[in-house]
């Protein structure tokens, strides 16, 4: 049960504590993930948000499974499931003479592809709004704070905490004093304004009028499985609507030194809108409309001190692809397990150090990757670069791991080419637990490392116990021998022999891999372990 204090708190009728670990501007999908992921680590945050209720406006609506796989370790996997479970099926996209009219090329989406073979998760075809709600909901559940209608109004910097003066929606103000505050404000963030951090990349790739509207839409959808459509030339307008397929926007791009934004008004907006849907203006009702910029880029730097950013407020995507919210969520996952090992005293506060590197480096392909597939909406020229895939993107990416073999490995490439590389999210192996069906991913728990050795590695395992006889940060166990149902030996797919071992993140991702046995085992495990939590010498 809450405290009641606390629960006076989230009322807006009580100051929180006067000193938090963590402090989350920013409540939408990132900073409520973050949250979550702290939060189910026994790291309890408070999170402002200045606005007061979840935004209705269409936004993410698929999510990776790498991204499910993070919810999955905190618990929340299956209620998002379930929502998707209630809707529709909606997992292809098409371009159409208008909605209602023939379908002139239809693809399934590759994020509905079977992921089955590298991930226990399958993609969530979810609104983000209704994620929003689900995972608010177990943030609050594992004690994090959330305060909605609160906003940030001044942020002071000192070498050891943050202090942070708040207004509430009824225009009183309090502070909040916290050890590292993770800003997750969005695209015009305004911490990262306050810290003077630039950007670099496209501001604007091309100027885009997105007209709302209401409809129902559901005997022109029925059967057909469509997330999205495109119409083609002319307008060549890009159609996005809700799962309960009764509300919808049309997109179209337009150049502002022909076209005034203010052109497009009621007439106009319903041409266009009638003529994506291919119904009568008698059929639907307009919403309202507004212009905003598509654009790519990246911060050149992901905080400051004990200020770090996340999400949009370090890198902007174009639509194409669906990268942009898992991105950002992955920028959570990323820099909450590192704040858990910091704040529970196994690791040094300079492992925060590794985040920008890591997630910045990611940044970087996503942004290119959405670019590339967003020229032909472009206005301004797309530098061509290699097209990968997006599981590649999504799932595939690997972190800079200094100082690990070898050397030449691609930043991203398909989940199954990676075979247990430092800097690589750890494979999926399937594996039958007591609660049935699992995964090797589900061996990574509550915020600690995973040491896993080969079948023979039992040297390891000691090893590991004998560095931490309490299980305080690190876990140890031994692969099998094989398993019935996956084609490669569970060893080989991790790159090791049986008497090989890996150093595996709270992330999942690893951090150290020997493949072979090594003749003191206790001090190579311990070099490792010191390196991956940041303390150059022995604790």
Not at 451 to 462: D, F, I, K, R
């Amino acid at each position: 049960m809450p405290d009641p204090s606390t629960a006076a708190a989230r009322a807006g009728g009580e100051s929180p504590p006067a000193r938090v670990p963590v402090l989350i501007v920013g409540g939408s999908i990132v900073g409520a993930s973050a949250a979550l992921f702290l939060g189910a680590r026994g790291i309890a945050p408070v999170l402002v948000e200045k606005h007061a209720a979840v935004s209705t406006r269409l936004r993410a609506k698929l999510f990776y499974p790498r991204t499910m796989e993070a919810y999955r370790c905190v618990g929340a996997d299956q209620d998002i499931y379930a929502v998707q479970h209630r809707l529709p099926p909606a997992d292809h996209a098409a371009v159409v003479a208008s909605l209602a009219g023939p379908e002139l090329r239809r693809w399934r989406l590759p994020a509905a592809a079977d992921f089955s073979s590298v991930s226990p998760c399958p993609s969530a075809f979810v609104k983000q709004a209704d994620l929003e709600i689900v995972v608010r909901a177990h943030a609050r559940a594992a004690g994090a704070d959330l305060r909605f209608g609160h906003r940030l109004l001044e942020l002071r910097r000192h070498d050891d905490h943050v202090v942070a003066l708040i207004r509430r929606t009824d225009g009183s103000t309090y502070t909040v004093a916290a050890d590292y505050l993770l800003a997750a404000d969005g695209n015009g963030s305004t911490v990262r304004e306050s810290l003077g951090i630039s950007r670099s990349g496209t501001e604007v790739i091309a100027h885009v009028m997105e007209i709302g509207f209401e409809a129902d839409l559901r005997r022109l959808l029925e059967g057909r499985r469509l997330a999205l459509a495109f119409t083609g030339p002319p307008e060549q307008a890009f159609l996005s609507w809700n799962t309960a397929q009764d509300r919808g926007t049309v997109s179209v791009t337009y150049d502002p030194a022909l076209t005034d934004p203010a052109t497009f008004d009621g007439r106009r907006c319903r041409g266009i809108v009638s003529r994506a849907l291919g119904l009568p203006a008698s059929r639907f009702t307009l919403t309202g409309s507004r212009p905003w910029q598509m654009g790519g880029w990246v911060a050149d730097s992901y905080g400051a001190g004990r200020v770090f950013l996340l999400g949009d407020a370090v890198h902007v995507t174009p639509p194409t692809g669906g990268f942009g919210a898992n991105a950002g969520i992955q920028d959570a996952w990323n820099l909450t397990a590192k704040l858990v090992s910091v704040l529970r005293g196994h690791a040094d506060a300079r492992l925060l150090e590794d985040y920008e590197p890591e997630r910045r480096a990611v940044g970087r392909i996503t942004v290119e990757q959405a670019l590339l597939r967003a020229r032909d909406r472009a206005q301004v020229p797309i530098e061509d670069r290699p097209l990968l895939s997006e599981a590649a993107v999504a799932i595939g990416y690997r972190y800079p791991v200094p100082g690990a073999e070898p050397t030449d490995l691609p930043a991203a490439d398909e989940p199954d080419h990676w075979r247990g590389e430092p800097g690589t999210r750890l494979p999926h192996l399937p594996l039958i637990g007591q609660d049935g069906p699992g995964s090797t991913l589900d061996l990574v728990r509550d915020g600690r490392y995973l040491l896993l050795a080969g079948p023979g590695g039992h040297p390891w395992v000691q090893a590991a116990h004998r560095l931490d006889p309490h299980g305080t940060f690190l876990d140890a166990t031994l692969l099998p021998h094989q398993i019935a149902s996956a084609p490669t030996r569970p060893a080989d797919a991790c790159g090791i022999s049986d008497h090989g071992a890996l150093l595996v993140r709270p992330d999942h991702v690893i951090a150290w891999r020997t493949p072979h046995a090594a003749p003191d085992p206790l001090t190579a495990l311990a070099a490792a372990t010191r390196r991956a939590l940041g303390r150059p010498t022995a604790h």
